[in-house]
C-alpha cells in the first residue's frame, strides 16, 4: 500500500501578517536640510512689513582733534544721514494645502494626515526661504554683495589664499563662510593637497570644516554651475552692523516668527484648505558685511545643478 507524503501545515508569514500591527514612521522627506543660514542669521522683528537702514553719509567729514594743552578752540562737528534711507520689504511665500475630510477622519492613526501634511507644507516653504535668502535677485546675499566686495576665482579649486582675501575684504568679525556642501569638499582637499588640513569646530551638534577659527556652512541652495560655485563671508547682527533676517511678528496664526497657518474653510466637495504664509527677507546694513569669492572650479567633469530653482 502507497502511502502519500503529508507536508507539514504551518500558519504562513503573508496570514500572519494581516493579524499583526506594522510599526509606521512619519512621512520622511529627503528634501529638508538643517538650514544652517537661517539658524546663524540674527532675526529682527519688524513693523508694517518694511525695514528702513538709515546710513551715515560722508563719515569722512566728522572732526575729531586731540588736546594739546593749549587753548586752542575745539572743532565742532555732526553726523549727517543719508535724505532717501534705504527700505527693505518683506516678501511673501504662500501656498494652500487641500485635505480631503475623509482622509482626515478616516487614516489619522497612529499619525493625524493633517498635522502631517501641514509638517512637510512648512518644511517645503522654509526651504525655499533659504534659497530666497541667498539667490534672490531683490534682496538674496549673492546679488546684494557691493561690488567693491567681490572677487573673482582664478582659474582652480578654492584655496586657502581665496578665503584669506575673503577675510581681507570683510575683517570685521565676521561669522562664517557660506558655500555648497561641494565647495566645502573641494577647499578641504585642497587644504589637504597643501599639507594644511583645516580644523573642525561642533555646532549645533554637528562637526564643520573652519578656516581661521570660522566655519564653513554648507548650504545645497547656493548655485553650482559648469563644476563652479561661490564662497560667501558673512557677518551677522545689528549690533555688528552685519546681515539681519528679517520677519513680520504677531501674526494670526503664527506657528513660528514669520510663519502663519490659517483655516480657510471646508468647500462643497468636502476639501479641507489651509493657507500657508511665510513673510521674511533680508538686509545687508554695511557694504563690508559680506564678501563674494566667485567661480571656484569644485569639479571638472560635472555640472551638478542647484536644488534651488527660484
Not at 70 to 86: G, H, I, L, R
Request: proline share 8%; net charge negative.
Amino acid at each position: 500500500m502507497t502511502r502519500v507524503a503529508r507536508e507539514p501545515m504551518a500558519l504562513g508569514d503573508e496570514a500572519a501578517r494581516r493579524l499583526a500591527t506594522t510599526t509606521k514612521t512619519a512621512p520622511e522627506m529627503a528634501a529638508i536640510t538643517p538650514r544652517w543660514l537661517v539658524r546663524l542669521l540674527g532675526w529682527v522683528p519688524v513693523e508694517a512689513g518694511v525695514y528702513r537702514v538709515n546710513k551715515v553719509v560722508h563719515p569722512e567729514s566728522v572732526h575729531i582733534q586731540c588736546d594739546h594743552f593749549d587753548e586752542s578752540p575745539v572743532p565742532e562737528t555732526f553726523v549727517d544721514n543719508e535724505s532717501e534711507p534705504e527700505e527693505f520689504r518683506l516678501t511673501a511665500v504662500h501656498t494652500i494645502l487641500d485635505v480631503h475630510t475623509r482622509i482626515s477622519d478616516l487614516y489619522s492613526s497612529p499619525h493625524d494626515q493633517i498635522a502631517q501634511q501641514l509638517r512637510l507644507t512648512i518644511e517645503s516653504i522654509k526651504e525655499r526661504q533659504e534659497g530666497e535668502l541667498i539667490n534672490s535677485p531683490h534682496f538674496g546675499l549673492i546679488a546684494k554683495t557691493a561690488k567693491d566686495q567681490r572677487i573673482p576665482t582664478i582659474a582652480g579649486p578654492p584655496t586657502p589664499d581665496d578665503l584669506d582675501n575673503l577675510i581681507a575684504k570683510c575683517w570685521k568679525e565676521p561669522g562664517f563662510f557660506l558655500t555648497h556642501p561641494r565647495g566645502i569638499a573641494a577647499f578641504g582637499r585642497e587644504c589637504t593637497r597643501r599639507g594644511v588640513p583645516p580644523p573642525t569646530v561642533s555646532m549645533f551638534g554637528s562637526q564643520f570644516l573652519t578656516w581661521r577659527g570660522l566655519p564653513l556652512i554648507p548650504s545645497d541652495k547656493v548655485p553650482v554651475t559648469n563644476g563652479k560655485t561661490d564662497f560667501l563671508l558673512i557677518r551677522t547682527g545689528e549690533a555688528r552692523q552685519g546681515v539681519v533676517g528679517l520677519y513680520q511678528q504677531g501674526l494670526a496664526g503664527e506657528r513660528s516668527p514669520g510663519l502663519s497657518v490659517k483655516f480657510m474653510g471646508i468647500d462643497r466637495s468636502a476639501i479641507a484648505s489651509y493657507l500657508v504664509s511665510l513673510y521674511s527677507s533680508l538686509a545687508i546694513l554695511t557694504p563690508d558685511a559680506t564678501a563674494l569669492l566667485e567661480g571656484a572650479q569644485i569639479d571638472k567633469f560635472h555640472d551638478y545643478a542647484p536644488r534651488y530653482h527660484g
